[in-house]
């Protein structure tokens, strides 16, 4: 099922790899402004997802609290109030199945972070980066991996899961697209 997955949303994967506001990320125009407007993001998806995961009570194993404390730290470095932030649309997320798709970018993303952190390093050295420098817990990930695989293909779980794995994406790529850069 995990690559069948990875099929199926390759595609929407694929496009936050060449998102400009992720891009920012690797190039010397990372400013303070334009970093903390990408955790805002991050912040408001992760802690949308969390928040519904703890609502719904399901899959524990997969929290993404470590992600919001970490999340909310920067923030805070940054003198964003994440109070004020505005909740990521998650409507698609309603049961089991929906919400493990949304947990698997999520968690998935993770195993770039390293990547992420180096670079916002190098570029500037002044930036948070608590919450790029959290790696993949491998017996978190194989867990995950474990019950996405116990799915079956050909059933109507494995059909909510990749949909929502795809919203999970798109939606987290519109939200980028949506941040309005200053010049400078």
Known sequence: MHNYL???TNHAHNSLHVNPAL?????REISHDAYAKVLSCYFSAVSSIEGIRKELNLWPSFSLEHECVRLTDDLTLLDINTQELPVFN????????????????FHG???????????????????????FSITTNEYQWQSLLNAINSINID????????????????????ALKQIEFTSH
């Open 6 to 8: 990875i099929d199926k």
């Open 23 to 27: 891009r920012r990320l690797f190039s």
């Open 90 to 105: 998650t409507s698609w997320i309603q049961d089991e199945f929906s919400l493990l798709g949304a947990l698997y970018v």
């Open 109 to 131: 993303s993770k195993a770039g972070a390293t990547v992420m952190s180096n670079s916002i390093k190098r570029m500037n050295a002044d930036l948070p980066v608590g919450f």
């Open 155 to 174: 059933s109507h779980p494995s059909n909510v899961l990749i949909e929502s794995a795809l919203m999970t994406f798109q939606n987290f790529d519109i």
